[in-house]
């Protein structure tokens, strides 16, 4: 078995490709705003990060009469590794981004990290490893 990606179902496809590519910044390896299905690259020439129509999704795995989770607790977090976390802070503030927290040292976890939302409020994740002392 062979790792290929992760694969966020979205209602709104554009918003969420709007907001993974324009504000966040990534780049698509395959698909663009009205395709339905994007996938990101996360690292030179390494592809890993998609977002799908979940509408289309939902009737191959036989639950399409079932609504989205809203309301609750994450089951899941999108995690990016950035070059410095204090400095995309600020970059996405200047871009609009709202965030849930300022970044802060989780020293137990080694590393330096900040939260927001995407446009479906799923929660992700900015991290810059901490020095090891």
């Not at 698909?31 to 690259?41: A, H, L, P, T």
Request: contains cysteine.
């Amino acid at each position: 078995m062979k790792f290929s990606n992760v694969r966020l179902l979205v209602k709104d496809y554009k918003s969420c490709f709007k907001f993974y590519n324009e504000k966040l910044g990534l780049e698509p390896a395959w698909g663009d705003e009205n395709s339905n299905y994007v996938s990101f690259k996360v690292a030179e020439g390494i592809e890993g990060f998609a977002l799908f129509v979940s509408d289309f999704m939902a009737p191959v795995v036989g639950n399409a009469e079932k609504t989205q989770p809203s309301g609750y607790r994450e089951k899941l977090m999108v995690s990016f590794e950035v070059e410095n976390v204090d400095d995309t802070y600020q970059a996405l503030l200047a871009k609009g981004i709202t965030f849930v927290n300022q970044p802060t040292d989780m020293l137990d976890w080694g590393m330096r990290v900040v939260h927001l939302r995407d446009p479906e409020e799923n929660l992700i994740e900015l991290f810059t490893p901490l020095a090891i002392q």
